[in-house]
């Protein structure tokens, strides 16, 4: 039994959640497809700014068969999509093969993400707040630039998880051993030192809970190319919707180092 | 005083000899540059195949200085060019800056090579009997299919150094650390196994001096994008002449994880 294949067959067949929790075990990634006239520039942002955007696969122009998930279809195996036209967000659907139709030589990044890595803090015994909650992980704009490539710019989007004072060197640590999937944070404590004003407003996923005791902890997301594509004016673009994440074949040890 | 600079000047002023030990405790890197229009092929070959092809930098469309390196013309501060048209070299030459000029869209990349890690194996007491010779290292071409990506295809090249087996483990543990600079080998004796049948008949390079007791271990070279844009018939291409590398200011430290 396949659960990749499975979650992706459940998802072709109509289901449109988020997918964390979905398929346990296996990596999920982000999507985000260019015209190949804009993968080069693409592909160049991602190698500059590896921490949010980690490439865990490339789609050749036109392909929609990722070899981390075979059998899949990269247009209606993700469980909603976003369309993007000169920068701006203009559909948001649950099958992107009419989209993909009108380029048909997309190029498709998939970017690794951080639900991988919450495996692993779940079996060292740190609470994931959003997950508990029944919520999706909350995601924030950031004043860091991300480093330009050619036409692509734009500034960095993080995921937070409140961890425990206590666990927090712990969190590091483990979330260190998975330089595929963003890594350790990038930030600690102290929102306002990235441009982060408030943490219950969050520009992505949903609001977050905070015990009193717990530190709020910054990883690198994958959403981050979205926001890009959004100040690049890039003419087109299709990405996953927050939350909502294509699911691989692949066991996320193999992105333990 | 900055060794990388005055290193590239003595070069720019007329030095065309093999870079090895100049400049020591800094990073040196291999070149690829090809025209624009084959730009994504080749970054994608590099993300496919990270060992033979860890990227340091990209030089965007047209560009000719490193960010590695401030003050830094990549068209003259290599002392050996090696010109391909066709997939066929066509021309070795000190100065590139006429090549260039008939593609002036040339992206060039700059690619770790394993002269940054020897600094660590010298420094563990290890020898490197290419240097105690005075010899360039010797490199081969292996039957070991690297990853393709878009039109660009090949074999993988590797650097071999004769190690003392007893000095192998901590040949693997030292490079190991340098991930951006080929880190651990990819094959430890048995070179007929990747295709390698006369270790005294490099296909780059010197002659190996081999010692009794040594095994010879192998690193995959930044000379393997040499290899594919032969295998590839990329119509235009320039590279370094092997064992002539590019002199960054970067400290082979930053390199070390």
Chains 1, 2 share one sequence.
């Not at 398929?23 to 921490?51: E, S, Y």
Request: contains cysteine; proline residues 10%.
């Amino acid at each position: 039994m396949n659960t990749g294949a499975e979650a992706r067959e459940s998802i072709r067949a109509g289901f449109d959640g988020p997918t964390s929790g979905l398929a346990p075990g296996l990596v999920q990634a982000n999507l985000i497809a260019v015209p190949v006239d804009w993968a080069f520039d693409v592909l160049l942002f991602t190698q500059r700014n590896p921490k949010p955007c980690p490439i865990v696969d490339v789609l050749e122009p036109g392909q929609v068969e990722s070899v981390l998930a075979p059998g899949s279809d990269i247009r209606t195996d993700i469980s909603g999509y976003r369309i993007w036209t000169d920068g701006e967000l203009t559909d948001e659907v649950a099958d992107a093969t009419s989209a993909w139709e009108t380029h048909p030589d997309l190029v498709s990044f998939l970017i690794g993400c951080s639900f991988t890595f919450e495996t692993g803090l779940t079996a060292a015994g740190i609470p994931i707040r959003h997950q508990e909650a029944g919520r999706n992980v909350p995601m924030y704009r950031t004043s860091t630039a991300c480093t330009p490539a050619g036409r692509i710019s734009g500034d960095m989007v993080v995921s937070m998880r409140p961890i425990p004072a206590s666990q927090v060197a712990e969190a590091v640590r483990i979330t260190d051993r998975f330089p595929a999937v963003h890594g350790a944070p990038v930030h600690i404590g102290e929102p306002a030192q990235i441009g982060i004003t408030d943490l219950d407003s969050p520009d992505f996923g949903d609001p977050p809970v905070i015990n009193d005791g717990d530190i709020p902890v910054f990883w690198a997301c994958g959403v981050t190319p979205q926001a890009a594509i959004q100040a690049s004016g890039v003419p087109f673009a299709i990405t996953h919707s927050p939350g909502k994440m294509f699911i691989t074949d692949e066991p996320e040890d193999t992105y333990r180092r």
